[in-house]
């Protein structure tokens, strides 16, 4: 899941997302709204995968995770807050 705080202002986004040190050009100049799936003028947004809440904005992403060995690098264009999260679990032993 990634986390953070709703971005102050609309513009901006997601720059890049470098994966152990190869691009991801399909994460280049990703709009916040894209990213999480939002309508363009939506307030507070809650979906299967992803929401806005009480200056929260969060997208889990299960169906499409980073899969990464060594290094993951996220980049946003404009500040998304004071708090960028990005959550993984180790699979299960089975």
């Known amino acids: 899941a990634l986390i953070t705080q709703r971005p102050a202002n609309e513009r901006g986004g997601l720059e890049s997302l470098v994966v152990d040190g190869q691009d991801r050009p399909a994460w280049t100049d990703l709009s916040w709204r894209s990213f999480l799936g939002f309508p363009a ?29 060594r290094s993951l690098m996220l980049r946003a264009g404009a500040p998304a807050g004071d708090t960028l999260a990005l959550f993984y679990l180790a699979p299960s032993p089975r």
């Open 41 to 69: 003028e939506a307030g507070e947004v809650r979906r299967s995968l992803s929401g806005s809440r009480d200056g929260l904005v969060w997208r889990y992403l299960l169906l499409e995770p980073i899969d990464f060995s």
